[in-house]
C-alpha cells in the first residue's frame, strides 16, 4: 500500500492559481471516487478541504475545488492567498478497503 | 458540537508501554467510525488504522497490524492507541480523527498527541 505521489512543492503568486496532482493507481485513486484532500499549517492539525474528489465540506472556500482524471486527482486553488501557504495532502479509499494519503504537497506564496 | 480530545504529551523510554487516548462528545460515539493517524517528525500523515465503537470492528494498515492496538470503550466515548513496547522510531503526533458517512475520510480531527521515545 504505497503513498499516493504528489509534488513535494508548488508556488504560486497572490492571486494565482496553481494545482496539486495525486497519482495513484486502478486500485485506488483510479477505481473510486473516493479522493480527499486535506491541508495542514505548521504546527496544525490537518483540515479537510476537498471529499469525494470535489466536494467542498461546510466552510470551506469555494476557491478550493478538486477534479480526477483517471488515476491522477487534482486540487486547484485559485486566487491564491498569503494563508493558504500549507502543506497539502490527498488521500484514498483503496481495494484493500483502508485509506491512503500522499507524499504531500508544500504551497509557497510567493 | 462534535470534539474529539486527546491525552496529553508523552515522553517514554524505548521498551515501554503506553496507551493514548481520545475522547469523543457532541455525537453518538458508537455511531462512527474513529481512526488513528501518524505524523512523524517532519513527514506525512500515515493512516494507521481503525475502530467502529458500536462492534469493536478494527482494521489496520498492515505496517502497523502486530505493532500498536486500536481499541475503544464505548462506555465513557474513549478511542485508544497503545503499544506494549514503544521504540525510538515511534516518536511522532499522533491523531485521532472522525469520519462523517464512512470509514476513511476524516471530517473531524483531535488536536493531536505528541509522543517522544528517547
Known amino acids: 500500500q504505497s503513498a499516493l505521489t504528489q509534488p513535494a512543492s508548488v508556488s504560486g503568486s497572490p492571486g494565482q492559481s496553481i494545482t496539486i496532482s495525486c497519482t495513484g493507481t486502478?486500485?485506488?485513486?483510479?477505481?473510486?471516487?473516493?479522493v480527499s484532500w486535506y491541508q495542514q499549517h505548521p504546527g496544525k492539525v490537518p483540515r479537510l478541504m476537498i471529499y469525494?474528489?470535489?466536494n467542498r465540506p461546510s466552510g470551506v472556500s469555494n476557491r478550493f475545488s478538486g477534479s480526477k482524471s483517471g488515476n491522477t486527482a487534482s486540487l486547484t486553488i485559485s486566487g491564491l492567498q498569503a494563508e493558504d501557504e500549507a502543506d497539502y495532502y490527498c488521500?484514498?479509499?483503496?481495494?484493500?478497503?483502508?485509506?491512503?494519503f500522499g507524499t504531500g504537497t508544500r504551497v509557497t506564496v510567493l | 458540537e462534535v470534539q474529539l480530545v486527546q491525552s496529553g504529551a508523552e515522553v517514554k523510554k524505548p521498551g515501554e508501554s503506553l496507551k493514548v487516548s481520545c475522547k469523543g462528545s457532541?455525537?453518538?460515539?458508537?455511531?462512527?467510525?474513529i481512526g488513528w493517524v501518524r505524523q512523524m517528525p517532519g513527514k506525512g500523515l500515515e493512516w494507521m488504522g481503525i475502530?467502529?465503537?458500536?462492534?469493536?470492528?478494527?482494521r489496520y494498515r498492515p505496517s502497523f497490524q502486530g505493532q500498536v492496538t486500536i481499541s475503544a470503550d464505548k462506555s465513557i466515548n474513549t478511542a485508544y492507541l497503545q503499544w506494549s513496547s514503544l521504540k525510538a522510531s515511534d516518536t511522532a503526533i499522533y491523531y485521532c480523527?472522525?469520519?462523517?458517512?464512512?470509514?476513511?475520510?476524516?471530517?473531524?480531527w483531535g488536536q493531536g498527541t505528541s509522543v517522544t521515545v528517547s
Open positions: 475502530i467502529y465503537p458500536g462492534d469493536s470492528d478494527t
Open positions: 486502478s486500485s485506488d485513486v483510479g477505481g473510486y471516487d473516493f
Open positions: 469525494d474528489v470535489s
Open positions: 480523527a472522525r469520519p462523517e458517512y464512512n470509514s476513511h475520510t476524516f471530517f473531524y
Open positions: 488521500s484514498s479509499y483503496t481495494l484493500s478497503s483502508t485509506p491512503v
Open positions: 457532541g455525537y453518538d460515539f458508537t455511531d462512527y467510525w
